[in-house]
C-alpha cells in the first residue's frame, strides 16, 4: 500500500512513520513543511529504509501537492499537518486557519482531483483519513460523560476552532462529492519525540533542569491522556477496517488532572534521579490562559468494534516517556537551545 502522510516529521507522524514502517507492505511518502514543532531527527531510523522518502512541502502549496499525488499515486493519504498548539494559536491564530482551515481544504481539492481520475478499483480502495482532536467537542466541565462522535462541536480556542473547521471540511467533500474520507479524534497525546513546549515533556525537561514547573492555574484541568504507540496503532486499524464518511473517536479513558500528572513525572524522576530536592517542590503555579478549557474526553467504544484496544497504561507510558527523556538528551537539547518559549507563562 502506498500512503503519503502529511505532517510526517512530527510527534504522532513520525511515531506513525515508524510503526508503518515496520509492516514492509507499507511504501511510505512523508510530506512535511519542516516548521519550529518538525524534526527529522526523529525519523533517523527510516533513512535507509527503501520504503520510506522524504518530500519538504507545505500543505498549503495546492500545485506541489497535486504534483507530489500524480507523481507518487498513492492508496490512501493521512493527514496529520496541523499547527497544533492552543497557547500558539492565541499569541497569533493566523497560522492556525491558514495551516489547519486553508491547509486542509487545498489537499482535500488536490486529492478529488487525483481522486476522480482513479480506475473504479483504485477508486474504492482510497481513502483521505484526517487526524484531528478531542479538543473540538469542547469543554465537558459540566457534563459527566466522554464526548462521543455523534455529539455537537463546541471549541474554545483558535486551534480547536480551526480543527473543527477543518473537521467540517472534510465531512463535506465527503457528502457533496462523495469523497472517501475519514476523520479521527484523539486524546491527549504523549511519548516519545514530542516537542518540549507541550506539557509532559515540558514537566520532565523543567525538572531536569530544576527550573519551575509552570502549572497553569490551580492545575485541577482534566485531559485524557493516550500514549502516542496506542493512538498510531488506532490511526492505522481504522485505516484498514474503518468505514467511509465516519468518525472514530481514539481515546485511552485515562483522565488524569494537570497537577496530578505533573507529581506522577516528579514520583518518577525521584525514584531513578538522585537530588537533594524532591521534584514536585519545583512546581509553581502560573496565571491561567484564556479560556482554558476544564475537562476533555472522549468515548472510544467505537473504534474497539474495529478491534483496537489500548495497549498501555498511564502509568507504563509515563514511565517509558520520562526514560525516553532520560536517554535522548542530544535529540531536546537541540530544540532547548532555540528558545521555543512561550510569550505568556508568568506566576500567580
Given at each position: 500500500m502506498r500512503l503519503i502522510v502529511t505532517g510526517g516529521a512530527g510527534f504522532i507522524g513520525s511515531n506513525l512513520i515508524k510503526f508503518l514502517l515496520e509492516n514492509k507492505k507499507f511504501k511510505i511518502l512523508n510530506y512535511d513543511a519542516l516548521k519550529y514543532s518538525a524534526n527529522l531527527n526523529s525519523l533517523n531510523f527510516a533513512k535507509k529504509n527503501k520504503n520510506y522518502s522524504f518530500y519538504k512541502g507545505n500543505i498549503c502549496d495546492y500545485k506541489k501537492f497535486l504534483k507530489l499525488i500524480n507523481t507518487f499515486k498513492p492508496d490512501s493519504i493521512i493527514n496529520l499537518a496541523a499547527e497544533s498548539h492552543v497557547d500558539r494559536s492565541i499569541d497569533d491564530p493566523a497560522p492556525f486557519l491558514q495551516t489547519n482551515i486553508f491547509g486542509t481544504y487545498l489537499l482535500l481539492k488536490a486529492s478529488l482531483v487525483y481522486w476522480k481520475k482513479l480506475n473504479l478499483k483504485k477508486k474504492k480502495l482510497f481513502k483521505f483519513l484526517h487526524v484531528s482532536t478531542d479538543e473540538v467537542y469542547g469543554d465537558l466541565f459540566n457534563n459527566k460523560k466522554s464526548a462521543k462522535e455523534i455529539d455537537p462541536y463546541y471549541p474554545s480556542s483558535p486551534y480547536a476552532a480551526s480543527k473543527a473547521s477543518s473537521d467540517h471540511l472534510v465531512m463535506a467533500w465527503n457528502k457533496t462529492f462523495n469523497f472517501p474520507s475519514i476523520i479521527t479524534n484523539c486524546s491527549n497525546n504523549y511519548g516519545p519525540n514530542q516537542h518540549p513546549e507541550k506539557f509532559i515533556p515540558h514537566v520532565i525537561l523543567s525538572a531536569l533542569s530544576k527550573k519551575k514547573i509552570p502549572i497553569y492555574g490551580n492545575g485541577e484541568q482534566i485531559r485524557d491522556w493516550i500514549y502516542v504507540e496506542d493512538h498510531v496503532k488506532?490511526?492505522?486499524k481504522v485505516l484498514l477496517k474503518g468505514k467511509i464518511g465516519e468518525t472514530y473517536n481514539i481515546g485511552a479513558f485515562n483522565q488524569k488532572k494537570n497537577l496530578e500528572v505533573a507529581r506522577e513525572?516528579?514520583?518518577?524522576?525521584?525514584?531513578?534521579?538522585?537530588?537533594?530536592?524532591?521534584?514536585?517542590?519545583?512546581?509553581?503555579?502560573?496565571?491561567d490562559r484564556p479560556g482554558h478549557d476544564r475537562r476533555y474526553a472522549i468515548n472510544s467504544n467505537k473504534i474497539k468494534k474495529l478491534g483496537w484496544r489500548p495497549k498501555n497504561s498511564f502509568k507504563n507510558g509515563l514511565f517509558k516517556t520520562v526514560f525516553w527523556y532520560l536517554n535522548n538528551k542530544n535529540w531536546w537539547d537541540e530544540i532547548i537551545k532555540k528558545k521555543y518559549k512561550l510569550k505568556r507563562i508568568g506566576k500567580i
Open positions: 488506532g490511526i492505522i513525572i516528579c514520583k518518577i524522576l525521584d525514584k531513578i534521579k538522585k537530588n537533594k530536592k524532591k521534584y514536585s517542590s519545583y512546581i509553581q503555579f502560573v496565571y
